[in-house]
């Protein structure tokens, strides 16, 4: 991750003016690497600086444009966003947008060779997506603050943690991140353990570049766009809560797992939109929100067939991996003692 100070809901404001003129999104090497010279990710650049750019650009380039034309109030956001990706090679153009929010966006990308994959996907976030979370304090209690390097910030910063007192805009800097860095350091956790998660390869401050799940025409839809034959419904249910169990067993827990945030493709099930994840040792409310994930789960495969009960779902999962029942722990034991003397 790049060490480009985060760009303010102003900032964004302020791209609009730029975003017909300014686009490095060109497949061009001469241009790559007259980029690549430059210093990397200034911050917050003035305007004569980004004007001075937009003229570098387009001299170098002439008329050039990426396949995707960004709106005009999301280019400038977009760009700049993604560009550490495009630098360092991993992306070389933007392709379409696959699902585009006022809070965040995914496009579809095409993958540099480097990568080894034809296509990517990029989730970009806005500043909003995480100041307007409800009940936000319900994730973090528990979880300590990340650096854009994946670290835990320590409580004797004292630095940054006058600046999260105070909701400074350092501050709601460093919130963003963490909330984005939550995101990337699970699917990493959970892609290197075998879960069903999309391939994360980068993070840049405001977005994450990661395997695209479906093809060059469409985007795999969410389990809650499609019905499934009772047989395919057992086989993902089971497939879910040995997802739900992997995590478990690396202290996690979604928090927003539901049909919206599983995609399916190729008969398989990917889980997606992990920001908002909680450690189920250290958050005050994880059995509620453990619970809650299964009963969302639950409510969507019983509606395709499967029989299912949450709460006992729920209770065995919490017992096995979270919080064991004290009198099964002395029986494992005495088990174990026994075995011993055998
Ligand atoms: N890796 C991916 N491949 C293909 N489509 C994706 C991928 N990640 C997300 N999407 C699409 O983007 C949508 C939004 O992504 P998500 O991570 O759920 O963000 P949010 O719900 O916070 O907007 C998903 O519902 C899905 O349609
Ligand atoms: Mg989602």
């Given at each position: 991750m790049s060490n480009k100070n985060y760009h303010s809901e102003d900032d964004f404001d302020k791209y609009e003016h730029y975003a017909e003129q300014f686009d490095p999104l060109v497949n061009n090497r001469q241009a790559r690497r007259k980029r690549k010279s430059k210093v990397k990710y200034k911050p917050k650049r003035t305007k004569s600086q980004i004007l001075s750019e937009i003229a570098d650009t387009t001299t170098a380039e002439g008329d050039f444009s990426p396949t995707y034309k960004p709106a005009r109030y999301e280019a400038g956001w977009l760009l700049d966003s993604i560009r550490p990706f495009y630098d360092e090679e991993l992306i070389t153009d933007v392709l379409a947008v696959v699902k585009g929010g006022k809070e965040a966006s995914v496009y579809r990308c095409q993958g540099h060779r480097g990568t080894g994959r034809p296509l990517l996907a990029v989730k970009v976030y806005r500043p909003r997506r995480f100041r307007n979370l409800r009940n936000d304090k319900q994730y973090r209690d528990g979880r300590p603050m990340l650096t854009g390097e994946g670290r835990a910030i320590k409580t004797t910063d004292h630095r940054i943690m006058r600046a999260l007192g105070k909701k400074t805009e350092f501050g709601a800097e460093v919130e963003h991140i963490s909330w984005l860095m939550y995101e990337y350091t699970t699917l990493q956790v959970l892609f290197e353990a075998g879960g069903a998660v999309p391939q994360p390869l980068a993070a840049s401050e405001n977005a994450i570049l990661m395997e695209f799940i479906g093809d060059a025409k469409v985007a795999a839809p969410a389990l809650n766009e499609i019905s499934l034959d009772a047989k395919q419904a057992e086989v993902l249910f089971r497939e879910v809560l040995r997802n739900i169990e992997l995590m478990l067993q690396h202290q996690?827990?979604?928090?927003?797992?539901?049909a919206y945030n599983m995609l399916y493709w190729d008969e398989k099930i990917r889980i997606i939109d992990f920001p908002q994840v909680v450690n189920s040792r250290t958050n005050p409310d994880a059995r509620f929100i453990l619970e809650r994930d299964v009963t969302r789960v639950c409510d969507y495969f019983s509606r395709q067939g499967v029989i299912c009960d949450p709460v006992t779902i729920a209770q065995d999962f919490w017992e096995q991996y979270v919080a064991p029942n004290p009198e099964d722990q002395a029986a494992d034991e005495s088990r174990q003692l026994i075995n011993v003397e055998v």
């Open positions: 996690l827990i979604h928090g927003d797992l539901s």
